[in-house]
């Protein structure tokens, strides 16, 4: 038998209702606990309307299991002391088990979860959330050291819950940021809502596997999730090509902004989805995109796209080929799809029957695109049509520019001007144009809106020369300790002199070091290695000496390496302006050497002299999986002078057939190349070795008596131009297609072949 208080027996003789109300309240607790074993006791106690309050501090590998049985008036509630004030670190998690749960205030940050999510609305297979609810929680940086390790930040399960206000950034190794799951009957038409959160810069992965949103799996694609995603706000998030993609049926995506993120909101899978009054602003940043159209019966409608340099699977707006009778895993045929009142607003591209291949020759039918605007300031004509389009009907759009041919029935060219409304979009002046394009009615969600007030939306990619400058004498030991002393973004300016370095320098912050007078700092160093990089490092080297007279007599030396293995955060590397010579100790010794699983977002070599290298300059090879994985996403040699290297300038690797990245790209300009390439350990054979490379673009370059150029093309429709090189006593470039069919699609035009 239970024990009656006090206060409710007295409640027993007062009215029925009265008593009930007093019962509740008086059964109502808060639990303010300070350790995970005092956690763990309050849980077991858990009544509908219990509060349970973390105390403020840092709980370090702490496993949060948070069930109980609230109701709708009465949710149980686990919460921190103060906002923002409870940081969960090391390997710590949450899971949510139950009915009427709400979460709120935790961050997470400085560690990763062990287990295959950060925040996952179950308890395990069996045990899901429903009508629970996680707001203004952070999940910071928290990724796993091994970038290769997938996991999802949040994962959605069971019906009925909301994930709001909350702040999700910098996500680094493979798995989707927030996941909603399909993958149980009770998992399935959950009506879930995420709404005001911000998903904050997610830097590019440099393979598959890193959506910042997804709704489905494909295995599970015929079903309908109901889910609506409305009032986000996508900062920057560059994981890969789809930064939501929708792999199930019956969802809303409405009202969010897309801020300078490459890729695409991309409809993969599953058929009934309405997307509406988003707002993509590209700025015109590279691979910036919008929306991409597969399967039956999407309806996308007043959207407003501008500023969007994206192309083919990337582009500001595709339609894309299916395959007939598709695997439930490849692409359905785009059917009654329904395109209306969007903007596009200098919108490099339009891409209508996209991927058409042998495979992909099922082309779109039964499709409307009307009253849609379209403005390109430069009067470019975006669309490009890669199969038969008759099946989409075109009608009352109307454009600036030219018309393509097979389209200008339905699009009208005419005089437009714009003018930027109250809500930061652009509009015709023109009052007969009010029924084209987004209404003005659309109100693009702010950023100060989404996201927890308490928690500020700082920027974390440290940019070089943003700290102090640290002057540096040329004494024993003087630029390591200068390095080993610097902060984030600091300037290491090394006077005249010689720097003889004992040991291998560390860079794990974002540092320059430049010389006072350029060539007048003279640096050897005595290790295999001068600089490493290792997470949190980028590295910008100005006016520098360099000679590796001092190394070890030893093979396979290296100037600067990232970390062997094992980095998850992305570097950035630039040497200018200086002299690098007599890597030449013994043989394989190289300028830059990347480690497994290492990613530059960029490497820029300018107005450099290289000579006597034993080695190669850039090796960027170690994928070799063939996964679509690579090491580098944009590599630039310019005004540079290479002088007897002998292995490869350039050894950039991406394998395997995946279409989910941009990259690598290849800027190669004005740079002259001498006796290079030739060296009898070289294995490519070539000055430069480039294997999968998306974009080429190799200009005004002289190579004399050196090795060729070997590109060999894969998948993803890459882009390459050899234009306006000199070829002397070097053989012509070599450009093979490993998978298509026919001649290669490279551009070469004005190049000089001489003996």
Known sequence: MYQIKKSQISCLIAIPLLCTLLSVQT???????????AYKKAVAQ????????????????????????????????????????VLLTGQSNLRLAGKHLVVSGLVFKDGYTPSSSVIAFRSNKENLAYHSRVTEV?????????????????????????????????????????????????????????????????????????????????????????????????????????????????????????????????????????????????????????????????IIKNNYLEGLTGYRFGSGFTVMNGVPNSKINRYHQVENALVENNTLVNVAHVQLAAGSDAERSAVPINSKVQNNLIYNENGQQPFTLFDDVSGVAFK???????????????????????????????????????????KKSLVPTLKSATGPSWYPK?????????????????????????????????????????YDVRKMIDINKTLSIKAQHQGKAKITFQRSTLFQISDGGSLTLDGLAINGNSSPDASGNTLIRSKKWGMVENYRLVMKNSSVTGLDTNH????????????????????????????????????????????????????????????????????????????????????????????????????????????????????????????EHTVGEPKTALI??????????????LYAKGPHTAVLLNNKQAK
């Open 138 to 298: 952070v999940i910071d940086n928290f990724s796993n050291p091994d970038k290769r390790e997938q996991d999802y930040w949040v994962a959605i399960y069971g019906q009925y819950n909301r994930f709001d206000h909350n702040y999700l950034t910098g996500k680094r190794n493979k798995g989707v940021t927030l996941a909603v799951r399909l993958d149980s009957k009770n998992s399935q038409k959950n009506h879930h809502k995420i709404d005001h959160n911000y998903f904050g810069p997610r830097p590019i992965l440099g393979s598959n596997g890193g959506e910042t949103l997804r709704i489905g799996t494909s295995h599970y694609s015929l079903s309908n999730s109901y889910t609506l995603v409305e009032n986000n706000y996508f900062d920057r998030c560059d994981g890969e090509v789809e930064i939501i993609s929708v792999k199930s049926g019956q969802n809303k995506i409405r009202n969010n902004v897309f801020f300078e993120s490459r890729g695409t909101l991309t409809l993969r899978h599953g058929n009934g989805n309405l997307i509406e009054e988003n707002v993509f602003f590209g700025n015109g940043v590279d691979h910036t995109g919008g929306i991409r159209i597969i399967n039956k019966d999407q």
């Open 458 to 498: 700082v920027d974390t990619l440290v940019a070089f020369e943003s700290g102090k400058v640290v002057n540096v004498q040329a004494q024993d030991d003087a630029l390591f300790n200068a390095v080993l002393a610097a902060n984030e973004g600091d300037v290491l300016v090394l006077a005249d002199g010689s």
């Open 588 to 711: 394989s010794f190289h300028l830059f050497d990347s480690g497994k699983g290492a990613f530059a977002d960029y490497i820029e070599l300018t107005n450099n002299h290289f000579s006597d290298i034993t080695g190669d300059l850039l090796r960027l090879n170690k994928e070799i999986e063939d996964l679509g994985i690579y090491n580098a996403e944009y590599v630039t040699l310019k005004n540079n002078s290479f002088d007897n290297i002998e292995g490869t300038l350039v050894n950039l690797y991406r394998g395997g057939t995946d279409e989910s990245t941009f990259g690598p790209h290849l800027n190669m300009a004005n740079n002259a190349v001498k006796n290079s390439g030739k060296g009898k350990r070289n294995k490519t054979n070539a000055s430069l070795y480039l294997h999968g490379v998306q974009v080429v673009n190799v200009k005004s370059n002289a190579f004399e008596s050196s090795a060729a150029t070997v590109i």
């Open 396 to 438: 009352g759009n109307v454009a600036n520019t030219t018309t393509h041919e097979k389209l200008s029935s339905g699009i009208r060219q005419q005089d437009i001007k714009l003018k930027r409304a109250k809500n930061g979009l652009l509009y015709p002046v023109d009052t007969k144009l009010a029924d084209k394009g987004a």
């Open 27 to 37: 059964l109502a607790k808060d639990w303010l606990v300070e350790s995970p074993a």
């Open 724 to 737: 306006n090189n000199t070829f002397s006593q070097t053989p012509a470039p070599s450009v093979q297609e």
């Open 46 to 85: 858990l009544q509908a309307g219990d509060n349970v309050i973390l105390a403020n501090g840092t709980w370090n590998n702490f496993e949060i299991l948070f069930k109980g049985e609230g109701t709708e008036k009465q949710p149980i509630t686990l919460t921190a002391q103060t906002k923002g004030k």
